[in-house]
């Protein structure tokens, strides 16, 4: 009697499917992997920083599945999200784009800026000067930028890069962000879209928060397909850092 061959097609194809649907499995429930295209949250990410979002930590909407398949309204099992988190978020204006930005604004609050300072609920936030932020233009060449440390109302915090007083978003109405809703800031102040532009951006309704972002697991400076370039574009002191 023939023996059955074992592995063969079908095998193989049962093996790919169940890996895939491992796959959406964790990058619907627990993690996905995201990569900064943008000088956004430098000093916090730099372009290159590849990173993971954790979809459990917000609870799960329907950006939460590939495609974002209108199959949860709302959000389910919702955490709301602490000020000074980064996180990601569907860009309002069109549903798709996924942006990342740190939120300042809790629902209810008063976010202003005045020549740079931020002002939540009628409050300057502190901030103060520790050191410029150098990083590399070209070859051998490099560029400074004021770095502060910015103290959010309940102690958290974190870097940021102002360049000047004077650009049009440095001094701005009073924003009220409604309820349901977030007000997000990039760490980059001056090269950064987000809830002061609201015909760009705007308030992050709570249906589009994607994930809290966790931790860098690789980050490089360069093309990372240009694998010959790892030698000397690879960021390994960056690799595994948590996110602040």
């Known amino acids: 009697m023939a023996q059955k061959k074992p592995g063969g097609l079908k095998d193989t194809l049962?093996?790919?499917?169940?890996?895939?649907l491992i796959a959406l499995g964790v990058r619907t429930v627990a993690y996905?992997?995201?990569?900064?295209?943008?000088g956004s949250m430098i000093p916090t990410l730099l372009v290159g920083d590849y990173l993971f979002v954790s979809k459990s930590s917000y609870g799960y909407s329907r950006h939460?599945?590939?495609?974002?398949?209108?199959?949860?309204?709302?959000?389910?099992?919702?955490?709301?999200?602490?000020?000074?988190d980064v996180m990601v978020f569907k860009l309002p204006t069109d549903n798709e784009t996924?942006?990342?930005?740190?939120?300042?604004?809790l629902p209810g609050d008063t976010v202003q800026l005045k020549n740079s300072i931020l002002f939540i609920n009628g409050k300057a936030v502190k901030r103060e000067k520790v050191d410029d932020f150098i990083e590399p233009v070209g070859d051998n060449n490099f560029s400074r930028s004021p770095r502060y440390l910015e103290t959010l109302p309940g102690g958290r915090t974190h870097y940021i890069l102002e360049f000047t007083e004077n650009t049009v978003f440095d001094t701005t109405p009073v924003y009220t962000v409604p309820e349901g809703h977030y007000f997000a800031m990039g760490d980059n102040r001056d090269r950064s879209r987000d809830s002061r532009f609201l015909s760009d951006v705007g308030f992050i309704p709570r249906e589009n928060l994607v994930g809290r972002a966790e931790f860098k697991f690789f980050s490089v400076n360069g093309a990372i397909w240009e694998f010959w370039n790892w030698g000397k574009s690879i960021r390994l002191e960056r690799f595994f850092e948590g996110i602040e």
Do not use: C, H, M, Q
Not at 32 to 38: A, D, G, K, L, Y
Not at 64 to 75: C, E, T, V
């Open 98 to 105: 996924d942006y990342i930005k740190r939120i300042i604004g």
């Open 32 to 38: 996905e992997p995201f990569n900064i295209p943008s």
């Open 14 to 20: 049962k093996t790919v499917f169940y890996a895939i």
């Open 64 to 84: 939460s599945l590939p495609f974002s398949l209108p199959l949860i309204s709302d959000r389910i099992f919702f955490t709301e999200p602490k000020r000074g």
